[in-house]
């Protein structure tokens, strides 16, 4: 058996903060051999990363190695000097970090940061660097390279952005190269492209890649052997064949359980409309020069029918910028928009800011990032009773008994409800969003992608939970996502949305198995 490139043995992280302090990693062993994908996996906070960072050297001060070793070329990394790590970083090992606009410097060109790594490892001149960062962005396909290498990157698209990444990273031909959630914050589309680009550059340079992420979608098609985490510790590993089809651990096995699944909640298809709209239009103007004139628009939605049934979920579909949370957005009446929007009997185009408030009291939304829409400076309780003070003033007690019936249906303990949400988990934190637009017992629930930063265990979780507030309190849902496996498991119906149109809709069924639009079934390969 040929010997690893790189192994980690018996490693343990631990973090100090005063006298606290937290175990992060313990005795974690792998071995990494050359053109392979290992994957590592587990779920948030599980000491993925923080192995992955130790590699490189790349924790805080706080962090210390109570024990192990990292062996790369017959040496421990862990006792190189600085000079020496600083050389095998970027140059030798290579690493993709989860949040492509975070690790891009915002005030420099893409070319000028591609070039930087070049200077640091191969001391190119500039002539040099520049036709060799041409000839990477080129190699991870980024359209119209020569004209993108003056971009900045908030002027790149998600895709883009984590392609120039991997260029980074690639730029020295790494022998190692490091993916953390390379994929995470993309549309499922550009997820494909980018593990599918990934693959490629793979076997072009005879890579290994150290995979790192939560979901076991990608672990199954995209690497060779997988090593499983939880609380800092490694509890299975193995072939993904052997793990995938007969796990040893119980937690390797609720993970392999927690993949969305399941039907949408049984309802008769004979209900009649709650929501509806005719050719609905949202178009935000271009306007320049000094005069401000309107010489186009953006058409981010343009012409959508639809209709959501009593009780029944309705999905939207696509990528991003494909118009979804502005549909949603508009059908609330929360941006301006052209064509007709009827809730029950009421229309809602004709009416002013005051006769829609009560309106709106059953009509709520829960968006896609918990940690931004609730306040880190009011209690859960303020949060939740925010709704209340609108709807219903002066009338504290009634309030109190609310607040505590909405947050034991979302199963949170009440008496955590003078807690701030930066003490709670994503998962805790999207059920005081749910639990705050549940508390006005709304009949219609807008959901934008309120489980796309979760775990597949707690999306599960929210997923159920979403079923059985579905069921108890007879909710309407128009369910926001780009996870074409979420929608399947909670929606009746489906429209697909590409460019502010809708390319296709109808019953979830028969779009799941029978699509007609090429831009659907291009969604379907990419997701299943």
């Known amino acids: 058996m040929p010997l690893p490139i790189l192994s980690i043995k018996n490693l343990s992280v631990d973090f100090s903060q005063g006298k606290r302090v937290t175990h992060a990693v313990r005795d974690a062993t792998l071995d990494l051999y050359k053109g392979e994908t290992l994957a590592l996996v587990g779920e948030s906070g599980s000491g993925k990363s923080v192995t992955a960072h130790s590699i490189l050297r790349l924790l805080p001060g706080s962090a210390s190695h109570p024990n192990g070793e990292i062996i790369f070329e017959g040496e421990n990394l862990l006792q190189v000097s600085e ?63 020569e004209k993108r290498m003056g971009a900045f990157p908030h002027e790149l698209s ?179 928009s052209e064509g007709k929007i009827q809730y029950g009997d009421i229309f809602l185009n004709g009416l002013n800011h005051k006769q829609i408030t009560p309106v709106r009291k059953s009509m709520q939304i829960v968006f896609q990032d918990p940690f931004g829409s609730l306040s880190p400076r009011m209690t859960v309780e303020q949060i939740v009773a925010e709704g209340l003070e609108i709807h219903y003033l002066n009338n504290a007690q009634n309030h109190q008994e609310q607040i505590v019936q909405a947050l034991k249906e979302v199963d949170l303990d009440p008496e955590l409800r003078h807690r701030y949400p930066h003490e709670f988990s994503g998962g805790q934190r999207q059920r005081i969003a749910i639990a705050r637009a549940l508390v006005l017992k709304p009949s219609f629930l807008v959901l934008d992608e309120p489980t796309s930063s979760l775990d597949r265990t707690v999306q599960s979780q929210v997923l159920k939970l979403l079923r059985n507030l579905q069921i108890k309190h007879n909710l309407t849902y128009l369910f926001i996502s780009h996870d074409l496996k979420i929608i399947q498991a909670l929606c009746h119906d489906i429209i697909v949305m590409k460019d502010g149109i809708a390319v296709e809709a109808g019953p979830a069924e028969k779009i799941l198995q029978q699509p007609q639009n090429t831009y659907t079934k291009t969604l379907l390969d990419a997701a299943f």
């Open 158 to 336: 998600g895709g883009q952005r984590q392609r120039v990444v991997i260029a980074m990273a690639l730029a020295n031909n790494p022998d190692v190269l490091i993916a953390d959630e390379p994929t995470t914050a993309l549309d499922v589309t550009v997820q494909a492209q980018v593990l599918k680009l990934l693959g490629q550059l793979q076997q072009q340079f005879k890579m290994a890649i150290i995979l790192i992420t939560h979901d076991l979608g990608l672990v199954r098609h995209h690497a060779n052997r997988v090593a499983v985490m939880t609380q800092g510790q490694i509890i299975e590993s193995g072939k993904i064949e052997a793990v995938f089809q007969n796990p040893k651990h119980s937690y390797t096995k609720k993970l392999l359980e927690s993949e969305p699944s399941g039907f949408p909640v049984e309802i008769s298809a004979s209900r009649s409309a709650l929501i509806s709209t005719q050719n609905l239009k949202v178009w935000f103007p271009i306007q320049k020069g000094i005069l401000k004139r309107t010489v186009d628009h953006v058409k981010a939605v343009d012409g959508v029918s639809l209709q959501i049934r009593m009780g029944h979920s309705l999905g939207i579909v696509g990528e991003s910028g494909s118009g979804k949370t502005t549909l949603g957005l508009a059908l609330l009446r929360l941006v301006k």
């Open 83 to 145: 000079a020496k790590i600083r050389g095998i970083r970027g140059n030798r090992i290579g690493m993709i970090f989860q949040e492509p606009m975070s690790s891009l410097n915002p005030l420099h060109t893409i070319e000028k940061q591609i070039k930087e790594v070049l200077f640091i490892h191969q001391g190119l001149r500039q002539k040099k660097a520049r036709e060799r960062v041409l000839e990477l962005l080129e190699m991870v396909e980024i359209q119209n390279a």
